[in-house]
């Protein structure tokens, strides 16, 4: 052979696919202790060797999968013969193996082979060990039963598998360690079942873990070359992330993973890539292009049209991102790992596995900020103790050089700041390396002058730039306000001044629904406070004239946006009575209600529809669904129609930002009243918006409070804006007497529940003179908030209600300390530091 082209050969992958293991000596002797010795591991070690990192078999088995989807049930059988150079493509199925259409009798569905290779394929993973699906796995509920697991391997095989052992031999050619497959692979018949190669790829791998774990030799008998062991993992998710991920508490998991809206939108953004593509999702094989997932029913064996069903499921379905966060909420930490790393056959390469693994690098961002964090302390306390020993061999210097010591600290300062952000710099290149993520970090460091002038550091939220800025802000000014001065001679260069002649700015819904105003107050009713016009001796009026500043410019947003929302009405009523003419759609919530945030979603419902029974209500979601998704006018449209009353959710294109909105469907007709509870707390929450004066502001601030948290959401857990309302009525009568000053009522909010509210025993109801009432022994629900208008628990699914207590414990003694330090500014914005609290 010519030596220069002798360099350009190069065996491919497959050619292992054809190294067949060969009968020794002592194979009997392992042949028999394998087993017993996988049994003997512990779940954890057993899933640990039951990975298998092989990315062309895995890939092979994707391809498989796909194929059989299309044309049905088959066997494949490979093309290449041993030690034959490979020159075609090293992962197309097409070009490396050959198949054969099983018969009936083979596929019947008491056919025990038959039966055997499905339960191999439900429980098939592929998992991510370099890149994506390029490790075969096994699923992690395996581990409770083998016993199922190894029988239908046993019968797949004629009872060959772990009969020859699998043994690595060295290539002396192209310079190359190969491991051998299974002997049973190339007897019987060429052609074998694709839970058959899978065994195989998991037979092979298995092998492999034996000789390491019992340190044993596991070359083909007469090699000479000396073989390096290395343990790895192969593909599985390291303890660390584990350990990482279930150290967090559920809102560090929450704030990691996000809502299930930005999650969907993840989803839609990738089902949208996939369609931009002009291709089906699985684009492995040669196939029409063209062709739509629905008819894949039609080409299925026996047992097969629930997998094109899931395909579907995963690929089109927004209800598919549901799944994530019920494993979320109803499993172990650990579970939600192995959920988004191994994927299910009719779960690879669609949509829905793009955002199981944008989710998993997410963290794994997460965990690597940890280990940077770790590492970066342990880093400075070596640094420091360096320096203590250094100076305990100092010998004590004379008075008259303090300034020479001083001058040396100051140089050590500064060499200790270099020296961090070198370790930084390493540490950060070797991650990135590693994760292959955006370099995207947060400064948590800014600075602020505190009410005496010092220079003080607080943690804030921001994006850092990628290339050094300059500081631009300029220091406040030391001088105090002088209240015997014009506020203008004080040369407070940062006071902020309001625009008095501003416009009274009102909400008005007359054109849609019910008469429904809210009138913010002007805003020269709470001009800039000087010292002298408050209260010095209670400080809690800072705070009220923060909470009326910002519950008014939260009314402002959201009125400004009811051009677009008239709009997006207008367009929905059309297409509602186009469908259904008597129809007509009223708004509820919390746009009705004047409890709004700058981005809280449109809540309206679809009365006098004629529907009478949740079916219906079903039916008609659906239909509209199906017409708003052809609308260019809406970015994403889905229809949940398992919950107690089916929505349509939307997400609608606008001028300012994305309008979300919610649509429902009202059954309820002159004589019987309806299950749409929204409808019927809407009079309540005007009414006690009425009664209390400004208590509009105070439920404004709480509820960004919870929003910022992502805690304001009773579907994950949270407390809804409805219930946070009764909350804060409840405490108002407890105190016998409404007080004018908010501040020092959300104090009071915050103390009480925060630190004297015990869930376990207490319940909540507004309609009783005493509204804290003790709850009976037996309750087991996570909270009890008795709603007057409808009789109902509304706050039973806030599984998450430690989490919202201690946060209003966290801003209770956030503020507290604030006030008592005589800190007058900014107030609010420090318990919205959504990071502050998990530290």
């Known amino acids: 052979m010519n030596p220069t082209k002798k360099k350009k050969l190069k065996r491919s992958p497959i050619y292992e696919l054809s190294l067949y293991s060969k009968p020794e000596i002592d194979d009997e002797s392992h042949s028999n202790a394998i087993l017993p010795w996988f049994q003997s591991l512990t779940p954890s070690m057993k899933k640990k060797v039951l990975y298998a990192h092989n990315p062309n078999l895995a890939s092979f088995i994707r391809q498989m999968f796909i194929k059989k989807i299309y044309s049905g049930e088959m066997e494949f059988g490979l093309l290449i013969k041993a030690n034959q150079e490979n020159r075609l493509p090293d992962d197309a199925l097409d070009e490396n193996f050959y198949w054969r259409k099983k018969n ?36 992690t509920e395996v581990n409770d039963d083998y016993s199922n697991f190894l029988e239908s391997i046993l019968k797949i095989t004629n009872e060959k598998v772990f009969k020859a052992p699998c043994r690595v031999l060295w290539d002396q050619q192209f310079k190359k360690w190969y491991w051998e497959y299974p002997a049973w692979l190339g007897q019987d018949s060429k052609f074998k079942p694709l839970s058959a190669w899978a065994i195989a790829g998991i037979e092979r791998a298995l092998w492999s873990k034996y000789w390491l774990y019992n340190k044993i030799d596991p070359r083909r008998h007469g090699e000479i070359m000396h073989y390096q062991v290395e343990e790895s993992e192969s593909g599985a998710i390291g303890n660390g992330l584990r350990q990482f991920w279930t150290s967090l508490s559920d809102l560090q998991r929450f704030n990691i993973i996000g809502s299930i809206e930005e999650v969907t939108r993840i989803f839609q953004q990738e089902k949208q890539e996939r369609s931009n593509l002009n291709k089906i999702s699985f684009n492995d094989l040669k196939q029409p292009a063209a062709r739509p997932m629905i008819f894949y029913g039609q080409h299925l064996g026996p047992g097969k049209q629930l997998s094109s069903e899931r395909i579907q499921f995963y690929q089109m379905n927004n209800q598919s991102v549901e799944s994530i966060f019920d494993v979320f909420q109803t499993s172990p930490p650990e579970k939600l790992i192995d959920f988004l790393s191994l994927s299910p056959l009719d779960r690879v390469t669609t949509a829905f596995d793009y955002v199981t693994r944008k989710i998993l690098t997410k963290i794994s961002e997460a965990y690597a900020e940890r280990k940077i964090e770790d590492l970066l302390s342990d880093e400075l ?81 921001k994006r850092a730039p990628k290339t050094p800025v300059k500081n631009k802000r300029k220091i406040r000014s030391n001088k105090r306000i002088d209240p015997k001065k014009p506020r203008a001679n004080n040369h407070n260069k940062d006071a902020k001044g309001i625009n008095k002649e501003q416009n009274k700015v009102q909400i008005q819904w007359q054109t849609v629904t019910a008469n429904i105003k809210t009138q913010p107050p002007h805003i020269d009713e709470f001009p800039p406070l000087s010292v002298q016009s408050l209260h010095a001796s209670d400080p809690s009026y800072f705070l009220h004239h923060e909470i009326l500043q910002f519950g008014s410019e939260m009314v402002r947003k959201a009125s400004s946006r009811f051009p677009e929302i008239k709009i997006t009405i207008d367009k929905l009523e059309e297409l509602v009575k186009v469908l259904h003419p008597g129809a007509y759609i009223e708004i509820y919530g919390s746009h009705a209600s004047g409890l709004a945030l700058e981005n809280s979603d449109l809540d309206i419902a679809i009365m006098r529809s004629g529907i009478a029974d949740r079916e219906g209500m079903r039916v008609i979601c659906q239909e509209i669904g199906g017409f708003l998704e052809n609308c260019k006018w809406v970015r994403s449209c889905q229809v949940i129609d398992s919950a107690t009353v089916p929505v349509v959710k939307l997400e609608i294109d606008s001028n300012i930002e994305p309008l979300k909105v919610d649509i429902t469907i009202d059954d309820s007709d002159d004589l019987r009243p309806g299950r749409h509870l929204g409808l019927k707390t809407l009079a309540l929450t005007k009414e006690l918006l009425q009664k209390y004066k400004n208590l509009q502001y105070l439920a404004l601030v709480l509820k ?12 994950l857990g ?25 501040g020092e009522l959300l104090i009071s909010f915050l103390k009480f529940y925060g630190t004297e509210f015990n869930p376990k025993t207490m319940g909540i109801y507004i309609d009783n003179p005493n509204p804290f009432f003790e709850l009976p022994h037996d309750n087991f629900e996570a909270v009890v908030t008795r709603d007057p208008a409808t009789n109902t628990n509304v706050t039973r699914t806030s599984y998450n209600i430690q989490e919202v207590l201690n946060l209003f414990s966290w801003a209770h003694k956030k503020l ?6 005589g800190k007058t500014k900014d107030l609010l914005n420090q318990i919205y530091n959504k990071f502050e609290i998990i530290k």
């Open 704 to 715: 960004n409070l919870l929003q910022v948290h992502n805690l304001n959401s009773a579907y």
């Open 381 to 461: 306390s070596k640094k420091n103790q360096k320096n203590q020993d250094k100076k305990k061999k100092k010998k004590k210097k004379k008075p008259k050089i303090q300034k020479v010591e001083e001058k040396n600290e100051t140089e050590q300062k500064v060499e200790e700041e270099a020296f961090v952000n070198e370790l930084m710099g390493n540490i950060m290149t070797g991650v990135y390396k590693n994760l292959d993520v955006e370099e995207d970090k947060t400064v948590v460091e800014t600075h602020e002058n505190d009410e005496n002038g010092d220079f003080t550091t607080v943690e804030v939220q």
């Open 816 to 821: 507290k300390e604030l006030l008592d330090k």
């Open 104 to 139: 009936l009798k083979d596929i019947s569905p008491d056919n025990q082979n038959f039966i055997a290779e499905k339960y191999i394929e439900k429980i098939i993973r592929l998992a991510d060990t370099e890149e994506n699906w390029d490790t075969i796995a096994i699923d």
């Open 718 to 742: 949270g407390l809804g804006s409805y219930a946070l309302l009764l909350w804060i009525v409840a405490r108002v009568i407890s105190l016998n007497e409404y007080p004018e000053n908010l």
